[in-house]
């Protein structure tokens, strides 16, 4: 008797146990837990251990076997397996089914770990307990942020992890491509040396300072006061702004000062955004994103455009008064007069090209360039020569060197940064040389 016929004789008992087993189905279906990424428990960790440059022989004798009797005292150890090679210990452990809270076993294994480092040589790395290498990731989000440098990128990233954190369900968040933060101090060796202040002086000075220690408690029975000492370096200007003791005297110097000749760093504005009375606002921001003030920047403006409206006046004045530097472009082609050089909040005018061309047989320039420089002495504003390309020009304006700072071709064509920090190293160290 083959099974169809057992099927077909009991088919009354056959058709209970389908209906039972369907029904059954249905309500494992509806009832039955269900995850789109299911948990996986990964019940082994990875134990790793470095000695630089030690044999296999002794990594097995004197780091892996500590390690593997301290971990054979946890109960809930299932299997070690260990592997030992020129200067590196791997032990992989596995704990037994049975066993669901892992955090706690993980935590005993990175104890017996630690208490082995003890018994292991000078020298050894801490053991490494790995218990995440199961992990995956479930969402990886990408930031741009147009405008903003990387330090601020990474100082917004972690804000959003932080968030994230609170999303229920959420184990790890991890912050990949952030460039770790360095400062690079370039010292003048000219000026430490006439200072006589050499290099390891100025680190042992910058960690003396970047200290953080308690002032100590100041009680006065009803209320206490905790004295915390200032000096903590908190963005470069602190570091650059830090004094020096100069050896065998007791004066001080400015770090910045030893780092040589301060640059300001000069950009264009256009007249037109002028007319956003919030543009001090946002450069100020910038500028502290990056660690500048507004006393490192100078604006020029083109005259491309009239400055004529309420708005374009009010931004120039705010701007002002934050500290920024700012420059007159191109005078001579646009809309400017002498009188608005009196009224309006500029800094500094740069003479066009046009009007230094041939200055020295061209009378017209001549006496424009005479009566601006009559007006900076009055008006206390700095006169830039533009677009100087010829010798002539330059010994032409030589007669106006005390007043007038001169730009073009002639002295230095436009280079790329690493270009121009020898260039001006070099240029800097000849007019010290000249003086």
């Known amino acids: 008797m083959n099974i169809t016929q057992i099927a077909f004789k009991y ?15 249905v309500f494992a279906y509806f009832t039955l837990p269900a995850q789109e990424d299911p948990t ?10 470095s000695f630089p440059g030690m044999a296999p022989e002794r990594v097995e004798q004197l780091i892996t076997k500590k390690l593997e009797e301290e971990v054979r005292k946890i109960p809930e150890v299932k299997e070690i397996k260990s592997l030992s090679t020129t200067g590196n210990s ?3 452990v596995k704990i037994h089914d049975r066993y669901f809270n892992l955090d706690d076993i993980w935590q005993n294994v990175r104890n017996k770990a630690s208490a082995a480092h003890n018994k292991m040589p000078s020298g050894t790395s801490a053991p490494f307990v790995n218990t995440e290498f199961g992990d995956v990731s479930v969402v990886t989000l990408a930031l741009t942020a147009d405008g903003f440098d ?32 360095r400062i690079f101090l370039e010292a003048s060796n000219a000026t430490l040396s006439q200072l006589g202040i050499s290099p390891r002086a100025l ?6 300072q970047n200290i953080i220690r308690s002032g100590g408690e ?64 946002k450069l100020a921001l910038i500028l502290k994103l990056n ?7 100078i604006l020029e403006i083109t005259e491309q455009h009239a400055l004529c409206s309420s708005a374009q006046l009010e931004t120039l004045n705010r701007l002002r008064i934050r500290g920024f530097d700012i420059s007159l472009d191109d005078y001579g082609i646009g809309f400017t007069n002498v009188n608005q050089l009196k009224t309006l909040p500029f800094s500094e005018v740069k003479i066009d090209r046009t009007l230094i061309s041939h200055i020295e047989t061209d009378q017209f320039s001549q006496v424009i360039t005479s009566s601006l420089v ?31 700072l001169m730009q073009g071709f002639l002295i230095c064509k436009p280079k790329s940064r690493s270009e121009f920090t020898v260039w001006a190293k070099s240029w800097l160290q000849m007019v010290k040389d000249a003086n």
């Open 11 to 25: 088919r009354k008992t056959v058709f209970l146990i389908v209906a039972l087993l369907l029904i059954n189905g």
């Open 40 to 49: 996986i428990t990964i019940r082994e960790a990875v134990i790793v251990t």
């Open 90 to 92: 791997t032990i992989h």
């Open 150 to 181: 990387m330090s601020a990128m990474y100082d917004i990233a972690q804000h959003i992890r932080d968030t994230l954190y609170a999303v229920e369900g959420t184990k790890k968040i991890e912050i990949l491509g952030h460039l770790e933060e």
């Open 203 to 208: 680190i042992n000075e910058l960690q003396n």
């Open 218 to 281: 100041i009680d006065t029975g009803a209320q206490s006061f905790i004295v915390e000492p200032s000096g903590n370096f908190n963005n470069v200007s602190d570091i650059a702004n830090t004094y020096i003791n100069i050896p065998n005297t007791e004066d001080f110097i400015a770090l910045k000062e030893c780092l040589g000749y301060k640059f300001k760093l000069a950009f264009n504005l256009s007249p037109c955004q002028l007319e956003d009375l919030s543009c001090p606002d």
């Open 291 to 297: 660690d500048l003030t507004p006393s490192e920047i």
């Open 374 to 404: 009559n007006i900076a002495i009055q008006e206390g504003i700095t006169i830039v020569a533009e677009g100087i390309e010829r010798i002539e020009e330059l010994e032409y304006l030589d007669r106006f060197k005390e007043f007038i």
